[in-house]
């Protein structure tokens, strides 16, 4: 056997080994996934971020949300500042946002922004 056929025959013979590998089953989304849906999940992964403006007159940016704490201040943002929110905590009492300004990730009051 020539060494370009013994070279097409391992080829396919990879081709094949690599078929029978299966990927992780992933759970399907229990509705259409949206320009708004999605939850974050491993099994819907695509969580969309919805613009925003903050409301209160000045509000805290900060690097962590944990027990309902607010920990760790970026930045005090005046009120109008134009913000992503990627999702709102489970609580209800924060969201994880984007600063677009900066390119800044952080946690915000709820309470201190609205959806355009």
């Not at 509705?31 to 999940?41: F, H, L, M």
């Not at 690097?63 to 760790?72: A, L, T």
């Not at 109008?80 to 800044?104: C, E, F, P």
């Amino acid at each position: 056997m020539s060494l370009v056929a013994r070279g097409k025959l391992a080829a396919v013979l990879l081709a094949a080994a690599l078929s029978t590998i299966a990927a992780p089953a992933m759970a399907a989304p229990s509705s259409p996934i949206t320009a708004q849906g999605g939850s974050g999940t491993v099994g819907d992964p695509w969580v969309p971020m919805r613009e925003a403006h903050t409301t209160c007159d000045s509000t805290t940016l900060f690097g962590n949300y944990s027990g309902g704490v607010h920990r760790d201040p970026i930045v005090v943002l005046p009120r109008g500042t134009w913000i992503g929110v990627r999702y709102v905590t489970g609580d209800g009492r924060s969201a994880d946002v984007l600063w677009h300004n900066h390119s800044q990730w952080g946690f915000l009051l709820r309470s201190c922004f609205a959806f355009d």
